[in-house]
């Protein structure tokens, strides 16, 4: 089956770690974004990418950062320059062209202890 | 910017009647993409429905359809004969183009619908 894989569920982190979030996808698309979710919020854009090798800042792009080496492949990390890292992070991928609909994976539950 | 509005922060429905959640976006853009997702307890968003603002035609999903007033700038979802698992969070977003031909989606704030039995 296609789609989007994010792992893990959850994640712990001690003040001071990094910690990358992993975001696998099976479905061919060009294009992948990441997400934060707060509570009572919307999302909003951290990192989105169009190509391989290619990716660019979000709305709130400070204290993470990402890679694109694998058309598959959108891992994202959260430094430890993020000063409000626990969240709800949602991958996306969108399969480019004209298509604009944006498929998303299960999320991963982000707790800074 | 782009701004996507959605005003209310809490819904409730019984089961079986229609339910109506509002959005409303501002934008200068003439042609471009709106979309609703669902956000049940698990947290996968779920596309539910999406509209095009040169089709002047509404757009339908078997219970779920859309009222779309591209000068009011207004996009509402109208959920029929509501069922206990629409209950969820439900986000309209807008797609904006951004940084030399990329695009994104903006989204509202969500609007959580209950499902009363």
């Known amino acids: 089956d296609g789609g989007i894989t994010q792992s893990p569920k959850y994640l712990f982190r001690k003040e001071g770690q990094n910690v990358t979030l992993s975001c696998e996808q099976n479905?061919?698309?060009?294009?992948m974004y990441w997400y934060r979710q707060d509570p009572g919020q919307g999302l909003r854009l951290i990192y989105y990418?169009?190509?391989?090798?290619?990716?660019q800042k979000g709305d709130i792009a400070e204290g993470y950062s990402v890679s694109r080496e694998k058309k598959e492949s959108f891992p994202l990390t959260v430094t430890s320059a993020q000063k409000n890292p626990t969240a709800f992070y949602l991958c996306?991928?969108?399969?480019?062209?004209?298509?604009?609909?944006?498929?998303f994976g299960p999320g991963t539950r982000l707790t800074v202890l | 910017a782009q701004t996507v509005t959605q005003s209310q922060p809490e819904m409730s429905v019984q089961e079986a009647e229609t339910v109506t959640l509002s959005c409303t976006y501002d934008?200068?853009?003439?042609?471009?993409?709106l979309f609703w997702y669902k956000q049940p307890p698990s947290r996968q968003m779920i596309l539910v429905i999406r509209?095009?603002?040169?089709?002047?035609q509404n757009a339908t999903e078997n219970r779920f359809s859309v009222n779309f007033q591209k000068a009011a700038k207004s996009f509402s979802l109208k959920i029929s004969d509501s069922q206990l698992g629409d209950a969820a969070m439900y986000f309209c977003a807008y797609r904006s183009e951004f940084q030399g031909g990329s695009e994104k989606l903006v989204f509202g704030k969500g609007t959580k619908l209950t499902v009363n039995p």
């Open positions: 990418s169009q190509i391989v090798n290619d990716f």
């Open positions: 509209q095009e603002a040169y089709k002047q």
């Open positions: 934008t200068s853009e003439s042609d471009y993409y």
């Open positions: 996306a991928s969108r399969r480019g062209g004209g298509a604009h609909e944006q498929f």
């Open positions: 479905l061919n698309h060009d294009a």
